[in-house]
């Protein structure tokens, strides 16, 4: 490709060392500062003001406002009583299962427990082909 630098590290590229990092990284949920970390000179289009304090006040808050929304999603009412505020968290429930809790939680958890089955079917699937990849990397190039 013309106009293209190969970008190789060490014994392997770039991709392959992305692949190495990446599920480390997916695990904590902050990917971004993991690789900002071990990939200081890629360039990026967009960078979080503060530096890595900033990088990890921003993970903080958005895996905390992405926990407290799932939490609420399987158990409406979660919130209630929080900061002063009054109220019965089975209250929150939908009329339709007015004071019937643990069948309401059971209609989000195992929707949510099959589709997590689904994934680790597909990854479990995957591992052959992950394997290859890593064997035979392809070369990353940066315009």
């Known amino acids: ?13 770039r991709a392959a060392e992305l692949k190495r990092t990446k599920p480390r990284a ?10 900002r970390r071990k ?3 890629v360039p990026r289009p967009y ?5 890595i304090a900033g990088a990890w ?3 903080g808050v958005t895996t ?15 919130g209630v009583g929080w900061f002063g505020t009054s109220g019965s968290a ?8 007015a004071g019937q809790r643990k069948a309401y939680t059971l209609t989000q958890v195992i929707p949510l427990l099959f589709f997590l089955v689904i994934g680790v079917v597909f990854y479990l699937l995957g591992r052959p082909t992950r394997r290859l ?11």
Do not use: E, H, K
């Open 1 to 13: 490709m013309a106009g293209c630098t190969r970008i190789a590290s060490g014994g392997g590229s």
């Open 26 to 35: 997916n695990a904590r949920g902050f990917v971004f500062i993991v690789l």
């Open 39 to 41: 990939l200081p000179d």
């Open 47 to 51: 960078r979080v003001p503060g530096g």
């Open 57 to 59: 006040i921003v993970a």
């Open 64 to 78: 905390f406002l992405v926990a407290f929304t799932v939490i609420d999603l399987i158990w409406p009412g979660f």
């Open 90 to 97: 089975a209250d929150s429930l939908p009329s339709s299962f």
């Open 133 to 143: 990849q890593a064997l035979d990397p392809v070369p990353t190039y940066r315009v």
